[in-house]
């Protein structure tokens, strides 16, 4: 099956500046990758996604980058803010519903 | 509308007992899922309906069983309950592909 792979698994950054966070995937067929957001005891939820027709969605702060070619994607943060703490979650699916999510990465955004 | 919800919140089970989740959804959606999210591990997949009367195996499906006798709500068993399986269970539903709209998830411990 799929593997998706997501680094970093922490991450700290000073409110203002840019957070990136990556994924790798396994199965070049993979054609959907959406990006889910936790807050702390919340359930997840969708922030951005992107197919594999595109290389780059952008919604106000949030964009995803994707490299078929490499099989990456990334998730960047422009200009944080301390609600954008959290755990955040990549996927990758073969037919648009069954998901393969990475570990996760915990995002502290300092004021 | 209540979106997804899941019954009950808490749980504690003792070694081989058996109990019953219900993840019920308002939104008329075709997919409804299971997921276990284990610190570290993500979100993985147990098992999903792609509609009323159908069952799948997901990433990790051994040790339970489900159920969707009625589109709205997806049922998981655990027919002998192990410590392996104490974790966070979160149910989702999506309208076919694409986004998945999660409950409020089920915190699990088997003692």
């Known amino acids: 099956g799929e593997n998706v792979e997501q680094h970093p698994s922490t991450l700290s950054v000073q409110e203002g500046d840019s957070a990136v966070i990556k994924c790798t995937y396994s199965d070049s067929a993979s054609n959907y990758f959406p990006w889910y957001k936790q807050e702390l005891g919340k359930r997840p939820q969708l922030i951005i996604d992107i197919r594999s027709n595109v290389g780059e969605k952008k919604d106000q702060r949030i964009a995803v980058t994707l490299n078929k070619t490499a099989k990456h994607f990334s998730l960047h943060i422009t200009e944080t803010q301390p609600e954008d703490s959290a755990v955040y979650f990549c996927?990758?699916?073969?037919?648009?519903?069954?998901?393969?999510f990475g570990a996760g990465t915990t995002v502290t955004v300092r004021a | 509308n209540a979106g997804v919800t899941q019954t009950p919140k808490f749980r504690v089970l003792k070694t081989g007992q058996s109990m019953t989740l219900l993840c019920a959804q308002d939104?008329?959606?075709?997919?409804m899922y299971w997921y276990r999210q284990d610190p570290g591990m993500g979100l993985r997949l147990i098992h999903y309906?792609?509609?009323?009367?159908?069952?799948a195996k997901g990433e990790v499906p051994d040790g339970y069983n489900v159920s969707r006798l009625k589109k709205q709500n997806f049922l998981l068993g655990l027919e002998s309950a192990a410590p392996s399986q104490t974790s966070v269970y979160f149910c989702?539903?999506?309208?076919?592909?694409?986004?998945?709209?999660f409950g409020p998830g089920t915190r699990l411990t088997v003692t």
């Open positions: 989702a539903s999506s309208l076919w592909s694409g986004e998945q709209y």
């Open positions: 996927a990758a699916s073969l037919n648009d519903y069954k998901l393969s």
């Open positions: 309906s792609v509609g009323e009367g159908t069952t």
């Open positions: 939104m008329n959606h075709e997919y």
